[in-house]
C-alpha cells in the first residue's frame, strides 16, 4: 500500500519567498546497520536528513540511467551488434 503526505518546499528566489505544498510517497526501506551508517555518515556530511539524502541518491540513479524501452530501442535498431 502506497501512503503518501504532504510536504512544504521552500525557495526564495531574487528576494522573493516561495511556498510549495507537494504530496509525496512515503515508503519502507530496509538496510544492514552497516548500510545505514555509511548512509548517515554520508548524510550527515551533506548536512542533510537521511530521508533527503536518499531520495537524492534514488532520484539521481533514476535520473541517470536508461529506461528499459531504451534498451529495446537500441537492440531494435539496425546498427545493433548481434
Request: charged residues 20%; aromatic residues 8%.
Amino acid at each position: 500500500m502506497k501512503h503518501a503526505e504532504h510536504q512544504i518546499h521552500t525557495v526564495t528566489i531574487g528576494g522573493v519567498y516561495l511556498a510549495c505544498d507537494v504530496l509525496m510517497a512515503r515508503v519502507t526501506i530496509y538496510l544492514s546497520d552497516a548500510i545505514e551508517a555509511r548512509a548517515r555518515k554520508a548524510a550527515k556530511a551533506r548536512g542533510t536528513t537521511i530521508g533527503r539524502w536518499i531520495t537524492g541518491q534514488v532520484t539521481e540513479k533514476l535520473e541517470n540511467c536508461w529506461s528499459p524501452e531504451v534498451f529495446a530501442a537500441i537492440a531494435r535498431a539496425p546498427f545493433a551488434l548481434r
